[in-house]
């Protein structure tokens, strides 16, 4: 072989691209009332299957279904409340005075003239959501009937865990309740075990309950 047909050297591997930083679950910073900001940033809490995308809900986080849960009625799948804007009460009633919450915001949720066309029912719904010393949340719901007659309504939080590994997972408490399987067309049965393990899909709803708000 001549000097002049000699293989030139292979090309350099190229380097991986720089991995993004993660944000951290919680932020510190001062809001521009000069008070201090908490930002909690949850990026895992959420399904892989998330489309931030109006008018698709969030799968993430606490959606809250009202006037409905999932599809048991004849609105959009878990109700119009978790795709609406929500407004701060700036003068919430006080916590009481036993209670171990530092900080609370209260939410309010009041029907528009369009959702009242689908929904025609008027209520307020007061969501407030409390913060504990050891970092626990709580929430609470209140709904006001502020019509003239009475409603029924379903509800339901949506919590979406983060887990690591799902066959660490375990759920108790839920014997002896009726649940519909989703994946067994709604058909009911009564779970008999002390705890559900997730081996494969599961999709069941527990123990329905119906209100009524006169
Ligand atoms: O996709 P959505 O509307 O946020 O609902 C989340 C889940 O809600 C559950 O109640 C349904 O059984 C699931 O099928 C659905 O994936």
Redesign the pocket.
């Given at each position: 072989m001549s000097a002049d047909k000699v293989a030139p050297p292979p090309p350099s591997p190229t380097p991986p691209p720089p991995s993004r930083p993660r944000p951290r679950p919680v932020e510190f910073s001062k809001g521009v009332n000069g008070l201090d900001k908490v930002v909690l940033r949850e990026s895992r809490g959420s399904s892989a299957e998330s489309i931030f995308k109006p008018p698709k809900?969030i799968?993430g986080g606490i959606?809250i279904c009202f006037p409905q849960f999932?599809n048991h009625g004849s609105l959009e799948?878990?109700g119009f409340a978790r795709n609406r804007v929500w407004s701060i009460d700036n003068d919430p009633a006080p916590l009481p005075t036993n209670s171990t919450s530092k900080a609370c915001v209260d939410l309010i949720f009041k029907p528009s003239d369009d959702d009242l066309k689908i929904w025609p029912h008027s209520f307020e719904f007061r969501l407030r959501v409390a913060l504990g010393p050891g970092g626990d949340l709580m929430l609470t719901s209140r709904i006001r009937n502020t019509d003239a007659k009475p409603f029924t309504f379903t509800f339901a939080y949506?919590t979406y865990f983060s887990v690591s590994d799902i066959s660490e997972v375990r759920v108790e408490g839920l014997e002896t309740l009726d649940y519909l399987d989703?994946l067994q067309n709604k058909e009911r049965f009564t779970e008999q075990g002390d705890a559900i393990t997730f081996e494969s899909e599961v999709?069941s709803?527990f123990h329905l309950f119906l209100f009524s708000l006169l």
């Open positions: 809900a799968r959606p999932s799948q878990h949506h989703n999709c709803k």
